[in-house]
């Protein structure tokens, strides 16, 4: 009998809504020709660096001081940086480091944001209490303080940027996931699957994440955009990658001594910077649009 | 309100309390060991590290570090000790934070007018060409990395130009540059904001009103419309400014500045680390003294909210 | 409808609105004219296009999306739709004023209610702060509400004192016509009959024509001199509220009728109109009525018919009368 109740509710609502509203929404995301384009651009990102070494006509790291600080030519067609390396090549390439920051770092931010936020909203009480409290900690210092902070104690390097920029996004998940959980929770389908009997793990997964989905999905679209800009910045002042692995803000931060004579050598990366952001950006409004029509002008 | 604004006061306690921790605990997992570094090579015999050691407590067990940190933070202001000139980190802070503060407050005043002004305008002529124009330079706006808007502008004015200084800090003209850099994605996220909230609130049925008395336009804009659509501006504001102490960090050091952001960056690259932690404190603490005040200002703004506390 | 006492005369009004999905004609051929003193009671479904004829004849539509495509509205005379915004603007609230559906939103949050009112006395006669102020408070007293409640903004009001504000701004200034959009929809029963007495009596007591809004019978047999019923755009029967209790001749009144219970009846069922309005971008081409209509004929189909005066000042838009 209860076996019975437990499938029907949770057939109920949440997945039979669920089709038909994804469909409306690619729908609407494809009528929005700034997120079309933006969603093109992130394409373009993303077969750049799987495909990198197939594109990049030159060597990324491989020195020619007899070619350095080209203007942009046929040859070269961003020109060369201070140790002679192709600078097209060094951005294909670089596109590399930002694309898995952007994405393992908001990974990593949405699964602990996400499971600290669940949490703390289905179970309320003195457990949301501390965590939301650590929140706030977190969140009283701008995320780029934050990230210096974790990654001159943890060291520079890859992996503990990602480490870092995870810890300073993951607030807002959880404060997204927190609220869109505390608004889920009490709803008729979440009490009927309840009271029949469903494990708290069973009504998390199965009613409350995909319901909470849409702000979180928007959220992630933004938060990439961040990430990226986040590790070039880290980069930049020199807690981030090391040279000679080609990263945008890295090779920004180098150009910075050339900048009087070779402007090239920063306006390319920090062009690509943007380009990321800014494609990341037009997603997040297509998809905020696309997700609640209540919002759209 | 007062009462408000007391309690208000008091959580800021266990945040900044919870803010120390981290930086403390952070600055305890940092490599390297203090009394080394601050002995340098030629002072670093294995007896004097070890004296000094015990003189400055690190034998001591975490949870008696952190106590002594927070007392010597509340009781003396003390932030531990620079590595490379051996001021106190406190008095290096006083000597570069004005500088960062003068800096984010021109930058917040630029990104408010220019990001108000322009959200209105694009609001009340919504999908003109001025809107257009206005929404997609607010959309590159946010997307610029500001170390990289620095640069440029550093380019353009500074050296092809000549008509702005590129470095220091001695003169309003000096701080034009850097302002604008910092105030650029604040100015468009404001921009942004602003539009839609405007567009949410022209659409109330009290706007309609304002206008059925026959009220002009500009005046049910700016009395009836704006009045409602600055409550989450403000909020907004209150946000951007921790992003712009943020910007000020990178932009300080492309500039520069001698201020807490370049200290910080210098600090990073010598491996300074009780002056970037010390840094990182002051400005969590300057943020949320910022929050607070505009947290109170909201109440302010909406009298929903200030009945509530009164 | 006698000319010399014309307050309100509209001829032709169409109004369309431009949306993505085309084009929505929301008024169409609109004809329309009142007296003064009268009170006409526009009826008609949701979306039948009521309140945009009068934000129509407030010019308060928003363009884009609306759009007047052609008529005439005179007012006093004098045709609204070529008045300059400057000249709009002195109209109203002086001489037509506007109540709105909700009165939880359509007052100011973050302006005191006697601000309100005082801006629209101020707007419109020459007199100081402190003197619109106090007669701000007058018009209070006027509408039930004690004047030192003034000072408060509008969260600190229950709904209905609420509306009573409302009212009281729009009458301030004496306007000549007074225009309520479902001025109490929004508010318990309770309330909306102590609310309808009062505006009745203000109504009398200042002598303003009044157009007043409605999809509830009840409250227009209570009120309302004159009735016109809206479907689609356009006004399918109009007449005195006698013409049109007991001798409603179009089939969509009659259908409105159907859909009041009569407690007095053996047989309590409800006869429902079937069907929904028709899709607003993609209207019949005949009558509008045509596709829900229980009498519907071959001519129907394809031609829109024509208004006619079946009595005295009893006009019925349908081929079957």
């Known amino acids: 009998m209860s076996n019975v109740t437990l499938q029907e509710s949770s057939e109920l609502v949440p997945t039979y809504k669920k089709k038909s509203q994804k469909a409306e929404v690619w729908r609407r995301f494809c009528r929005n020709k700034k997120a079309v384009v933006g969603l093109i651009m992130l394409c373009v990102l993303i077969f750049a660096a799987i495909f990198a070494q197939y594109i990049a006509p030159y060597d990324p790291i491989e020195q020619n001081l007899k070619n350095r600080l080209q203007k942009p030519s046929v040859e070269h067609i961003f020109g060369t940086d201070e140790l002679g390396r192709d600078i097209l090549s060094r951005v294909i390439y670089g596109s590399r480091i930002s694309v898995s920051v952007g994405l393992i770092a908001v990974g990593i931010a949405c699964l602990l944001g996400g499971f600290l936020g669940a949490i703390a909203g289905y179970y309320g009480g003195s457990l949301d209490n501390v965590i939301m409290r650590f929140m706030d900690i977190a969140m009283a210092i701008p995320s780029i303080l934050l990230n210096i902070a974790i990654v001159s104690a943890l060291g520079s390097g890859l992996q503990n940027m990602m480490i870092a920029i995870g810890i300073s996004t993951m607030p807002r998940y959880c404060r997204i996931m927190r609220s869109s959980i505390m608004s889920v929770r009490d709803q008729e389908f979440v009490e009927a699957s309840k009271a029949a009997g469903a494990s708290d793990f069973f009504i998390i997964t199965q009613h409350i994440i995909p319901n909470s989905m849409a702000p979180m999905i928007v959220q992630i679209s933004m938060s990439v955009g961040t990430a990226i800009l986040s590790c070039a910045s880290l980069s930049f002042i020199g807690l981030g990658i090391e040279p000679p692995t080609p990263e945008w803000g890295a090779m920004l931060s180098t150009g910075r001594d050339f900048i009087r004579n070779s402007p090239h050598i920063t306006t390319f990366p920090g062009a690509a910077i943007m380009f990321a952001i800014y494609a990341m950006n037009l997603i997040g409004d297509g998809l905020r649009d696309a997700l609640d029509p209540k919002l759209k002008d | 309100m ?277 840094g990182v404190l002051v400005i969590a603490l300057a943020f949320s003294v910022v929050n607070l005040i505009v947290d109170i200002l909201y109440a302010f703004a909406d009298p929903r909210l200030k009945s509530q506390y009164r | 409808m006698e000319q010399k006492n014309l307050l309100l005369k509209i001829k032709d009004l169409t109004i369309n609105y431009n949306t993505y999905d085309g084009i929505v004609k929301a008024v169409e051929g609109l004809n329309l004219s009142m007296s003064n003193g009268q009170t006409l009671g526009l009826v008609g479904e949701t979306g039948a296009g009521k309140t945009t004829t009068v934000k129509g004849i407030m010019r308060l539509l928003p363009d884009p999306p609306a759009k007047i495509v052609r008529g005439e509205i005179y007012f006093d005379g004098e045709n609204l739709l070529k008045k300059s915004k400057k000249e709009m603007r002195s109209i109203r609230g002086k001489q037509i004023s506007m109540i709105f559906q909700d009165p939880m939103t359509s007052l100011n949050p973050v302006m005191t209610v006697g601000d309100q009112i005082a801006e629209t006395i101020r707007l419109h006669n020459d007199i100081s702060k402190k003197q619109s102020f106090e007669e701000a408070c007058t018009m209070l007293e006027q509408v039930g509400i004690k004047g030192e409640r003034a000072g408060d903004y509008p969260h600190q009001l229950s709904g209905g004192m609420k509306q009573r504000v409302v009212i009281a701004m729009a009458l301030a200034c004496n306007p000549k016509l007074l225009i309520a959009d479902e001025p109490t929809t929004a508010l318990d029963v309770t309330i909306q009959a102590q609310v309808l007495e009062m505006m009745k009596k203000l109504i009398a007591q200042y002598n303003t024509s009044v157009i007043m809004i409605t999809h509830d019978l009840g409250i227009v047999a209570e009120t309302c001199d004159y009735i016109a019923i809206m479907y689609a755009g356009e006004i399918v029967e109009y007449g005195t509220k006698q013409h049109i209790f007991l001798n409603a001749k179009h089939p969509y009144t009659k259908g409105l009728f159907a859909c009041i219970p009569d407690i007095t009846a053996e047989d309590n069922k409800l006869t429902p109109i079937e069907g929904l309005m028709p899709d607003p971008t993609n209207l019949p081409k005949g009558c509008k009525f045509y596709p829900r209509c229980p009498m519907a004929g071959k001519e129907c189909e394809n031609e829109n018919p024509a208004n006619k005066e079946i009595e005295n000042g009893h006009f019925v838009k349908c081929h079957f009368v």
């Not at chain 2, 952070?26 to 601050?38: D, R």
């Not at chain 2, 990001?115 to 330079?137: C, E, R, T, W």
């Not at chain 2, 009103?209 to 336009?217: H, I, V």
């Open chain 2, 2 to 278: 007062l009462k408000y604004i007391i309690r208000r006061v008091l959580m800021l306690i266990p945040v900044m309390l919870g803010v120390s921790l981290v930086v403390f605990t952070l600055m305890y997992i940092t490599p390297g060991n203090p009394a080394e570094i601050l002995l340098g090579e030629e002072g670093g015999s294995k007896e004097a590290i070890e004296l000094l050691e015990e003189e400055m407590g690190l034998n001591d067990p975490y949870i008696v570090r952190f106590g002594r940190f927070i007392w010597n933070l509340v009781s003396k202001g003390d932030l531990g000790t620079c590595y490379a000139t051996r001021q106190p980190v406190s008095q290096r802070i006083a000597q570069t934070f004005p500088n960062t503060l003068k800096l984010a407050g021109l930058s917040v005043g630029l990104a408010v007018v220019i990001g108000v002004v322009l959200g209105i305008v694009s609001a009340v002529k919504q999908y003109s060409i001025f809107d257009n124009v206005a929404m997609a330079l607010a959309m590159l706006g946010t997307s610029m990395p500001n170390f990289w808007q620095g640069l440029l502008l550093m380019i353009l004015f500074s050296i092809h130009l000549q008509w702005l200084p590129a470095s220091g800090f001695s003169s309003f003209k000096h701080m034009i540059l850097p302002a604008v850099t910092i105030g650029t994605s604040s100015a468009a996220v404001i921009a942004r904001m602003t539009r839609s909230s405007m567009l949410e609130v022209i659409r109330q049925d009290y706007i309609s009103t304002a206008r059925a008395k026959g009220q002009s336009e500009i005046v049910v804009i700016l009395r009836h419309a704006l009045k409602n659509a600055l409550i989450p501006i403000i909020t907004t504001v209150g946000i951007r400014f921790g992003v712009m102490m943020g910007g000020a960090v990178l932009t300080e050091s492309i500039f520069a500045i001698p201020g807490i952001g370049k200290m910080m960056v210098d600090a990073i690259k010598a491996r300074n680390y009780p002056v970037v932690q010390g």
